[in-house]
């Protein structure tokens, strides 16, 4: 291991140092192949937590692929001692074997600077800090298809590389490299059970075991009508803490405008770990959204259309196109659905206005942005649009391209370059989630929704390593 990688290590436990108290325990989940008395690794990930909720998963085993998860004891000195074995040539010793990552040619792991605001934990509201170490090619260890079609095979089948990865914790593996990442997860979040009821909002902050109270924070900020019209904190020491469902909580209590939408973020040693958005169920300012509520009292009709399982099955398609209809007449746009007929299907999938009269055109998919040249399709129909409306004296009106796919960004990726290119905002499933954690729709302003997604679109063309799109 060279000099880099420890410094790497060093610099990632430093950064979190000042909660670190809080990770007592560590589980390793592995994907790996057997290779003499070493398990080579293709994804591993060490999840730091202060507590695991969930037993560990059973070791599997299909012919030289192995499959499994155990727990850490001993702190973060402990840990990187781990890490650093890992990335040895002389592994990391489990009951299996020892777990190595590997590089090619006896060349040097790669690993950048930790990321520690990682785009998968911002779009749940989550403080998520990651270290990545990348060795080898995957394809060398897993040849494809025949490492696909063995899973298929075990006495506990799986139907790809991929779904085995994600089973054991460590998400879509990686279709190039083979890695190893340290996740480190929020130390302080807003308690799940904080609500807003008849103008009161009672509030809460956990706290991991081991942490300074006097060190925690839960800030606030309150919506009314879309407007912030109350922001403020309340230190550690101040709050009322108590025991809840077996976790210590500690909590206060806020007058709130009836309707109102409150973000509350939970911060530990100056430093933001965490955000929920809480709102009455019963009260609504925004008639749209009680309509749709109405409709859908539950809430599950409209989150299992625009979340659906994957691979789609049945009338996915249309079901996902019409709930995303109805997102934008809650978030007060007009909107006019053409995909769906079969005479108008090569049109528009949605046309929506906005109260100001500027044009959002939308396409909906399921999959990726270029299948079925969806991405072109889009950007030919904006093309004419923008030509109809010049024709008819009308070229000041603004026209937003939006393609909104269910897919997650790293499934797509590869196609959000030349969505940015082409002018076209791109919406997956984590943004689709973050309407519903953010409560947007409790409010119906689409003029405003309209000049962030602009600007939303115009970071996404800014030359950067990777995109982040953040909902609008």
């Not at 781990?82 to 190595?100: H, N, R």
């Not at 089948?157 to 998400?171: A, I, K, N, Q």
């Not at 709930?323 to 769906?340: K, N, Q, R, T």
Request: hydrophobic share 45%; glycine share 8%.
């Amino acid at each position: 291991m060279n000099q880099h990688v420890e410094n790497m290590i060093a610099a990632f436990f430093e950064a979190i140092e000042p909660w670190t108290s809080a990770y007592s325990k560590a589980r390793l989940s592995f994907v790996a192949v057997k290779r003499g008395d070493a398990r080579v690794i293709l994804a591993a990930r060490m999840y730091l937590s202060s507590v695991f909720r969930t037993p560990t998963k059973a070791l599997f085993e299909v012919g030289d692929l192995i499959a499994g998860e155990l727990e850490l004891s001993g702190g973060s000195s402990a840990f990187v001692r781990a890490i650093e074995e890992i990335a040895s040539s002389d592994g990391f010793t489990i009951p299996e074997g020892k777990l190595v990552l590997h590089t090619d040619d006896n060349q040097n792991i790669s690993v950048g600077p930790p990321d520690l605001l990682h785009h998968e934990g911002l779009t749940k509201g989550n403080r998520l800090a990651v270290l990545t170490l990348c060795g080898g090619r995957r394809d060398k260890l897993a040849p494809q298809p025949q490492t696909d079609w063995m899973l298929k095979a075990a006495a506990r089948p799986f139907d790809s590389l991929t779904e085995l990865s994600v089973e054991y914790g460590l998400g879509a593996a990686p279709n190039t490299q083979t890695m190893l990442e340290v996740v480190a997860h929020a130390a302080a979040e807003v308690w799940v059970g904080s609500s807003v009821k008849d103008g009161n909002a009672a509030l809460g902050l956990w706290l991991a075991p081991d942490l300074d109270c006097a060190n925690a924070r839960l800030g606030y900020r309150v919506l009314d009508k879309g407007i912030v019209v109350n922001r403020g904190s309340v230190d550690g020491n101040q709050l009322d803490w108590s025991e809840r469902s077996g976790d210590v909580v500690g909590q206060f209590s806020l007058e709130v405008p009836r309707g109102a939408v409150i973000q509350c973020i939970a911060s530990y040693a100056g430093h933001a770990h965490h955000l929920r958005w809480f709102a009455d169920p019963q009260t609504y300012q925004n008639a749209r959204a009680a309509v749709l509520s109405s409709v859908d009292q539950t809430g599950t009709l409209l989150r299992g259309y625009l979340l659906p399982e994957l691979p789609p099955r049945g009338k996915a398609a249309d079901d996902f196109e019409s709930a995303v209809a109805w997102v934008l007449w809650g978030l007060g746009f007009a909107p006019v659905s053409f995909g769906m007929s079969p005479k108008t299907r090569d049109s528009f999938d949605i046309l929506a206005v906005s109260p100001r009269g500027d044009f959002v055109v939308v396409e909906c998919t399921l999959g990726l942005l270029r299948a079925e040249s969806k991405l072109s399709k889009l950007s030919a129909r904006e093309v004419a649009l923008r030509k109809m409306l010049a024709t008819s004296g009308l070229q000041h009106v603004r026209v937003l391209p939006i393609i909104v796919t269910a897919m997650t960004r790293d499934e797509v990726k590869a196609d959000l370059r030349a969505a940015a290119e082409t002018g076209v905002l791109v919406l997956t499933r984590e943004d689709i989630q973050a309407i519903f954690e953010s409560e947007r729709l409790r409010f119906a302003n689409a003029d405003r929704v309209f000049e962030q997604a602009l600007e939303k679109l115009a970071e996404s063309q800014e030359p950067k390593d990777s995109l982040l799109l953040p909902a609008i």
